[in-house]
């Protein structure tokens, strides 16, 4: 069997960015847009962390933290905004929030 | 016994992402997430990132996906219309998506012809001791920074759910 390498755990990195990006672009629920985002945010951690065990070096864990640190403030505001939004539209579908269409 | 590890938690956190953006439920998609984000934490496990693998359960798998959850529960969202899907995005998206990947996966290939095998516990700096000393000594300002940016965001948060008063 194949020993794994750094290489990998790149690949499913890359998988995981574009089901992400996928999840971003097609669905109209602000919620799942979210989770999504949620989604590419672990990619990246995947990313760094795997170029710690590359390098031998734990600067990239530290910029995993900030990273999880990010996230959490970016699920809490964009939780509050959709409430927001609820309150005022009573939807959650991207697609009904059209205030700035012309 | 590490390729086995390996390949069968990314399998789950691929098939689990995967479940999260074709679920039409929000908390189906909630729960897929939970799988992602758990078996993510096994393969940072592997890669000898302790301290990030138990964050990653207690603050995503915890806090953040019980703040999703609350969320789907107040606003009641049922589940999405399936209404509206383009036939052209499907057929041009899904070859897209692969083909994408397959380029992407080649480049990074090229790039490291002769990278490191991984094994489980091959590098071993990453537990709470390690990541604190330099969390506190080369990286103090960015830390305090940070505890900033959450403050912001509670404040942010909770002004932007209150009720208007009148």
Known sequence: MHPITTVHYLVLSVALLLIGTIGVLTRRNIVIVLMSIELILNAVNINLIAFSHHLQNINGQIFAIFVITDAVAEAAVGLGILIALFRNKETVLADQIDLLRW | ?166
Do not use: W
């Open chain 2, 1 to 166: 016994m590490d390729v086995i590890l390996f390949l069968a938690f990314a399998a789950i956190a691929v098939v689990c992402a995967v479940n999260v953006v074709v679920q039409t439920h929000p908390i189906s998609s909630a729960l897929s997430l939970i799988g992602v984000m758990g078996s993510l934490a096994v393969l940072y496990l592997l890669l000898g990132a302790e301290f990030i693998a138990m964050a990653q359960v207690i603050v995503y798998a915890g806090a953040i996906m019980v703040l999703f959850v609350f969320v789907i529960m107040l606003l009641n969202a049922g589940a999405e219309s399936r209404r509206g899907r383009s036939l052209t995005a499907q057929l041009l998206g899904i070859p897209g998506f692969f083909a994408l990947l397959v380029l992407l996966s080649y480049t990074v290939l090229r790039l490291f012809p002769d990278a490191a095998h991984v094994k489980f516990g091959g590098f071993t700096g990453g537990s709470a001791k390690d990541v604190g000393k330099l969390l506190f000594t080369e990286y103090l300002l960015p830390f305090e920074l940070t505890s900033v940016l959450i403050l912001i965001a509670i404040v942010g948060a909770v002004v932007l759910a209150r009720k208007e008063l009148e």
